[in-house]
């Protein structure tokens, strides 16, 4: 009995590690690394940017990291609208069909002052599904307003390797295992009164 108990106990630790773990590489996926992988450098009417991407290909289902910064001195206000736009054809309802039967929808994305580039943001872009996307980039500036896109790729993770999945999925088929065994093997009130009597 103590050992099934034990066991359990060290069943439910391993699994808290691993919880702990996954929020943690979840998190890290969405945070600005330390160097981009993509610097691409674009002129807008009269403005010059360097947008910097810091996942790519960016990963289907998880946030691409990103920062916009014009080239030039800045002065005045900037206001930066971004939204990730997939590439393909537009239906009836909105959405719009990507290659290999995808449906997407356009996403406005999240964009706050950068305190390392003066009148640059960084952001987060919604890449919800595997395919090719654009992030559409529309600015308001000391000279007006002027719109411009980067060219995203999305690809899929990985797929779990087949024994992985399998292990998964045991888990709780071996959880309610364990537990019926400890119920059978605990004794009954009931049945020590009747040894007693």
């Not at 309802?93 to 305190?115: F, Q, Y």
């Not at 537990?179 to 009931?190: T, V």
Request: charged share 15%; glycine share 10%.
């Amino acid at each position: 009995m103590r050992f099934l108990q034990k066991f359990l106990l060290t069943l439910g630790i391993v699994a808290l590690i691993f919880l702990f773990v996954e929020i943690g590489v979840s998190l890290a996926a969405t945070q600005h690394g330390s160097k981009p992988t993509r610097i691409e450098h674009i002129t807008a009417g009269p403005y010059h940017f360097t947008v910097s991407l810091y996942d790519n290909p960016a990963r289907a289902g998880f946030t691409l990291p990103f920062a916009i910064a014009p080239r030039e001195a800045t002065s005045g206000s900037w206001i930066y609208h971004v939204t990730s736009l997939p590439l393909g054809s537009l239906q009836e309802n909105g959405k719009i069909l990507m290659s290999a039967n995808r449906v997407a929808t356009p996403i406005k994305d999240s964009v706050s002052p950068d305190p390392q580039r003066p009148g640059g943001v960084q952001g987060d872009a919604e890449i919800t599904v595997q395919g090719r996307w654009s992030l559409q980039v529309v600015v308001d500036g000391p000279s007006g307003q002027q719109t411009f896109g980067v060219p995203v790729t999305a690809t899929a993770l990985p797929a779990l390797p087949v024994w992985s999945g399998w292990a998964i999925g045991f888990v709780p088929v071996c959880g309610i295992i364990v537990f019926l065994l400890i119920q059978i093997g605990r004794k009954r009130p009931g049945q020590e009164i009747l040894l007693m009597g």
